[in-house]
């Protein structure tokens, strides 16, 4: 699990969730000299009657487009 300084640093290169078209996003982190990657995953949410698109990652942490 990446400390939060490094999953705030992957939330701001996360591309546009509305626009991107793959079902997941890798971000590359340093750790202790080592190259780790961190997978985020497109999902689909309701929101006030609408479908909405946002990244998760492990599928704890919800990202919404303010957060980046």
């Known amino acids: 699990m990446p400390n939060i300084g490094q999953l ?3 939330i701001e290169k996360l591309p ?3 626009s991107w ?3 997941t996003y890798t971000h590359n982190i340093q ?3 080592k190259e780790r990657s ?3 995953n497109l999902i689909h949410v ?3 009657g609408k479908r909405i698109n ?7 942490v919800l ?3 303010r957060d980046r």
Do not use: P
């Open 8 to 10: 705030n640093e992957a």
């Open 16 to 18: 546009d969730a509305d």
């Open 21 to 23: 078209t793959e079902k």
């Open 31 to 33: 750790v202790d000299g």
């Open 38 to 40: 961190l997978q985020f």
């Open 46 to 48: 309701r929101k006030g």
């Open 54 to 60: 946002r990244w998760v990652y492990e599928g704890k």
């Open 63 to 65: 990202i919404r487009n």
